[in-house]
């Protein structure tokens, strides 16, 4: 069975940091690209942060570039988003995703498996 549990979201000020986690299991995680989506409340999922295999190319958002940094340790399955100077306008339900063989790519419908999200609440 392929799981994917993103964990590490939470309430905190603007201004603040949080490091999200993805731990994955069930697939050959060296074969797969991890990319972290989100979806705030009333609008559409979008990509935030992506990374391709052995960490060869990487997808930033353009409203969190600066902010949030993407890393993989193949060693321990894990993705990791590091979300530093946060904003209100980060709030949202974050998940990450497992792409094959994929380039690091925000295109959502190349994914093939979702994790279930972890809550992120930025208060002003």
């Known amino acids: 069975e392929v799981q994917l549990q993103a964990s590490g979201g939470g309430l905190v000020q603007a201004g603040g940091s949080l490091s999200l986690s993805c731990v994955v299991a069930g697939i050959t995680f060296d074969d797969y690209a991890i990319g972290w989506f989100r979806q705030a409340p009333g609008k559409g999922r979008e990509g935030v942060s992506c990374i391709s295999r052995a960490s060869g190319t990487t997808y930033t958002a353009d409203s969190v570039k600066g902010r949030f940094i993407i890393s993989r340790d193949d060693d321990e399955n894990t993705v990791y988003l590091q979300m530093d100077n946060l904003k209100p306008e980060d709030t949202a339900v974050y998940y990450c995703?497992?792409?094959?063989w994929g380039l690091g790519s925000p295109q959502q419908n190349q994914y093939d498996y979702w994790g279930q999200g972890t809550q992120v609440t930025v208060s002003s």
């Open positions: 995703a497992a792409d094959q």
